[in-house]
């Protein structure tokens, strides 16, 4: 007669052993890549989302242009402009600065005019490259060297192979009729 066995033979458990821990590492490495991935997903969210929310406020700012003021000034690298926003003057520079890493940092500078006080702070980091352009009524131009505001300002941002053009229509003749 024979005994019959109770339990699992030692090489039963080592393949038992085995399959858990090829089980185990397959569930570990999917859940690294997945929190990988979510990890780059919020940061280019959050990127989008400064990027917006500074072009909602360039352009914004854009239509708040004191016309006839010194203040301002157009090159493609650097607009400098006097706003009239909610009833203070404002003295706004948007600057494009080379950094360390050969990317773009489009700083703001803010000086309200009747407090006398300044302060910058970077509104987006490691551009590819940035580029302000004038809309002259037929043709837009990198270069203004005219004594009147452009009717249009556009801001163009290139970041990881993608590029942003944001034209702002000054619209200032129905401004000024106000």
């Given at each position: ?47 989008t989302q400064r990027i917006d929310f500074f072009l909602n406020s ?121």
């Open positions: 007669m024979k005994r019959k066995q109770y339990g699992f033979t030692l090489m039963e458990m080592l393949v038992v052993i085995v399959v858990g821990f090829i089980i185990i590492f397959l569930v570990y490495q999917t859940m690294a890549t997945t929190l990988k991935v979510s990890g780059a997903i919020r940061e280019r969210i959050a990127e360039f352009s914004a700012r854009m239509l708040c242009v004191v016309p006839d003021s010194s203040n301002n000034s157009f090159q493609s690298n650097e607009i400098s402009v006097e706003l009239n926003e909610y009833q203070c003057r404002k003295i706004i520079k948007y600057s494009a600065e080379l950094n360390e890493n050969g990317k773009y940092n489009l700083t703001v500078t803010e000086k309200d005019i009747f407090l006398d006080t300044e302060f910058s702070y970077p509104a987006i980091t490691d551009l590819d490259n940035v580029e302000f352009s004038f809309f002259d009524g037929e043709t837009w131009a990198t270069l203004w060297d005219k004594d009147t505001i452009p009717e249009g300002i556009a801001i163009t941002l290139e970041i990881k192979n993608s590029k942003i053009f944001l034209p702002v229509n000054l619209d200032i003749k129905s401004a000024q009729q106000t």
